[in-house]
């Protein structure tokens, strides 16, 4: 009887919390409504850091941005940068100040990096002998300056393609060192997903600037692009 008792008061006082919860619902003001599909909008950014613009490596990201796309509908806007036209001086990030005669398009690229809407970011690099290209380990080197000052790019999305000559050239262990620099960030580094699912997208480019051909090499491009969204829209959501 006691159990029936303790039963009875349990799902009285559930009611109660249940109907009283409703009524303070009922009384929220309009500005505690759903956000609009605008206001819910995230935006991922690819960086490539090949020498060589409008290559392999563009290319595998805008199949990686295709892909985000595809997976966020309206909530995903997208955008290609490629360094190849810019001049990111490395040394910048040793506290050297730039040297006379010297360009520096970092403050561009970091611009669009500090967007709030940006909750993505997938970076590419060819491989050069087993790692990234000096171009893309200097634009990692200056986002030391996201981390100088509060972790600017921390609970962003990370992901990383790597287009190697061979199938086997060495896209793995470019991939992460990559990831290390974003892990440096408090990024949330993800893989390429399902049902490749390991550290990123490995693209082979076969001597021909075409990665076409690459038939697994793509469906690791689509699915770190659609892994990345994924994991972009439920952290922009508070998931």
């Not at 109907?19 to 995230?42: F, H, N, Q, T, Y």
């Not at 990686?64 to 990111?88: M, P, Q, S």
């Not at 793995?172 to 997903?193: K, P, R």
């Not at 490995?202 to 692009?225: A, P, R």
Request: charged residues 20%; contains cysteine; positive net charge.
């Amino acid at each position: 009887m006691a159990s029936k008792s303790h039963r009875r008061n349990f799902l009285r006082v559930a009611g109660v919390g249940v109907a009283a919860g409703a009524a303070v619902g009922a009384s929220l003001p309009a500005s505690s409504a759903e956000p609009s599909a605008a206001e819910k909008r995230i935006k991922i950014l690819a960086i490539s850091g090949s020498p060589r613009k409008g290559k392999t490596t563009a290319q595998a990201l805008a199949i990686c941005l295709e892909a985000a796309k595809a997976a966020g509908g309206d909530r995903i806007e997208t955008e290609l940068v490629e360094l190849a036209d810019l001049e990111i001086p490395g040394y910048v990030a040793a506290g050297i100040p730039l040297k006379p005669g010297h360009k520096d398009d970092f403050p561009s690229v970091a611009a669009k990096l500090a967007d709030p809407r940006v909750a993505g970011i997938v970076i590419g690099t060819p491989v050069y002998f087993g790692s990234m290209t000096s171009l893309c380990k200097a634009f990692l080197d200056r986002c030391m300056s996201f981390r100088a000052k509060q972790f600017g790019l921390a609970n962003k999305v990370g992901g990383v393609v790597a287009v190697g000559g061979v199938r086997n050239g060495g896209q793995e262990l470019t991939i992460q060192g990559v990831q290390a620099a974003l892990l440096c960030q408090e990024m949330v580094v993800v893989g390429d997903g399902r049902p490749t699912a390991h550290w990123g997208a490995t693209v082979w480019n076969n001597g021909k600037d075409d990665i076409s051909q690459d038939e697994f090499g793509v469906g690791t491009l689509k699915n770190l692009g659609r892994r990345v969204a994924e994991a972009a829209l439920r952290m922009a959501a508070g998931k």
